[in-house]
């Protein structure tokens, strides 16, 4: 388990230098996307049977960790955000799908489309969930008298 954290931290700052996201930034990506993968796991392990929770629930993390770094950093939310579900996208769910579509094996195709699909639901579902929180509860600002 150690090591996949390890290496879905080493694959988001992988895309996040993909992404040309600053250098000073790259471990807050990985960082990310190790919490990211963390979460999925645990919850995995302790409900097998809970795949899209885990994956709502992994996003609504990811996402509230990019806000409060974007007001900690001064960086956008998205900078951390969207590297940091890179461990969550079905990539080979997407790929079966279309191999079984290659290869004729039409249900086994809708079957993995579908999963995929609703993978990417939830993700989006969580990403919007958290980013729809107010702005004030990620603001460490004091209040500034004139």
């Known amino acids: 388990m150690i090591l996949n954290i ?26 990310a996307g190790a919490g990211c993968w963390s979460v999925l796991t645990l919850i995995i ?14 996003a609504v993390v990811v996402t509230i960790y990019a806000r409060i770094l974007s007001t900690l950093r001064k960086m956008p ?3 951390y955000m969207i590297p940091g579900i890179i461990p969550l996208v079905p990539g080979t ?29 939830v993700i989006s579902i969580g990403l919007l969930a958290a980013l729809s929180l107010p702005r004030w509860l990620f ?7 004139k």
């Open 77 to 79: 939310s998205t900078v």
């Open 93 to 121: 769910r997407i790929y079966n799908t279309m191999l079984y579509i290659v290869t004729g094996e039409h249900a086994q195709a809708l079957s993995q489309g579908i999963e995929a699909l609703a993978i990417s639901g």
């Open 6 to 31: 390890f290496l879905a931290a080493a694959a988001t700052i992988g895309f996040s230098i993909i992404f040309n996201i600053p250098r000073k930034e790259l471990i807050f990506c990985g960082l």
């Open 139 to 145: 603001s460490f600002e004091r209040n500034k008298t």
């Open 45 to 58: 392990t302790l409900s097998p049977d809970s795949r899209m929770a885990a994956t709502f629930v992994a």
